[in-house]
């Protein structure tokens, strides 16, 4: 069984669990890189902690990275070349699972608008357009399964972005699976994982009122059957700098699923807004002698 210690990035805060075979001077979330004091495993994953186990392997996580580098219309002509040597890391990062039932009441105007002819007094025809307010109201349940990370390595918006997580292969949670891997303490606690899965629901049911009617008056989410669970998910970091400044692409350690920022070539940006204005001079040009 795997030997766990553990270390706290001073730069982003980050928690850091690891196997003591591993030489950890890297933060990955923010790309600080430092030599710290390990501490030993204080605050690792305890009983009734669940664990989702790598499918996807470093090679495999190297080519799905690889082809994303090499796409994009404004990122650095020499991108792939300069990344092909970046360290990637396996972590496991922590996430409250909620799944609970969100029961919505709402109420609203939906518009219509309607194009009618009138005949004037001097005989002469007009068009008017009148728009009419329609009261709507309506009820519905949805059920949710939403991982709201507890890390401060990463945000709900990028675990999202490489969703979604099964838990079907879920696993207890055991120091023998960390083997070669990193993994990241909670550092945020149960009830404020619960405020943005509520905040994350509210949002959600919001648009699905807002395709019913333009206007929106009352809107009440109840949240039912509640149940909770801390999960560490399968994470592939890339981090890396460029130009000093530093990146990072997610790959979802269980589908292959990628999501990351690119640096951005200012001259392919500042060649592509000249010839969007040359066109547009063009045409400009061109209507003026049509018209002369």
């Not at 495993?41 to 690889?66: M, T, V, Y």
């Not at 507890?150 to 960390?178: D, H, M, N, Q, W």
């Amino acid at each position: 069984m795997a030997e766990l210690k553990s270390m706290e990035c001073k730069n982003c805060g980050a928690q850091v669990f690891f196997d003591i075979q591993q030489q950890v001077m890297k933060c990955d979330f923010c790309g600080s890189t430092y030599l710290v004091e390990m501490d030993p495993g204080e605050g690792l994953p305890g009983e009734g902690e669940s664990i989702l186990l790598f499918s996807i392997d470093e090679r495999k996580a190297r080519d799905i990275f690889n082809a994303w580098t090499k796409k994009g219309l404004f990122k650095p002509g020499e991108l792939h070349k300069a990344l092909w040597r970046e360290k990637v890391e396996g972590t496991y990062i922590p996430a409250y699972n909620f799944r609970f039932t969100a029961k919505t009441y709402w109420a609203g105007d939906r518009k219509r608008t309607r194009t009618r002819t009138i005949t004037g007094r001097d005989g002469k025809q007009r068009t008017t357009t009148e728009t009419e307010w329609i009261p709507r109201s309506g009820s519905w349940e949805h059920p949710y399964d939403m991982f709201i990370p507890a890390s401060a390595g990463l945000t709900f918006e990028e675990v999202e972005a490489i969703a979604p997580f099964k838990l079907e292969s879920a696993r207890p949670f055991s120091t023998e699976y960390i083997a070669g891997y990193k993994g990241e303490r909670p550092t945020i606690d149960e009830n404020t994982a619960w405020s943005k899965a509520q905040e994350e629901c509210r949002q959600d049911e919001r648009s699905r009122v807002s395709s019913e009617v333009e206007r929106i008056n009352t809107l009440d989410v109840n949240f039912t059957d509640r149940l909770v669970k801390m999960v560490y998910l399968p994470v592939w970091i890339f981090g890396y700098r460029y130009k000093d400044k530093y990146f990072k692409a997610l790959i979802n350690g269980l589908t292959g699923r990628i999501w990351g920022k690119k640096p951005v070539s200012l001259i392919k940006v500042l060649l592509a807004v000249g010839i969007v204005v040359l066109v547009i001079a063009v045409i400009v040009a061109l209507i003026v002698a049509t018209r002369g």
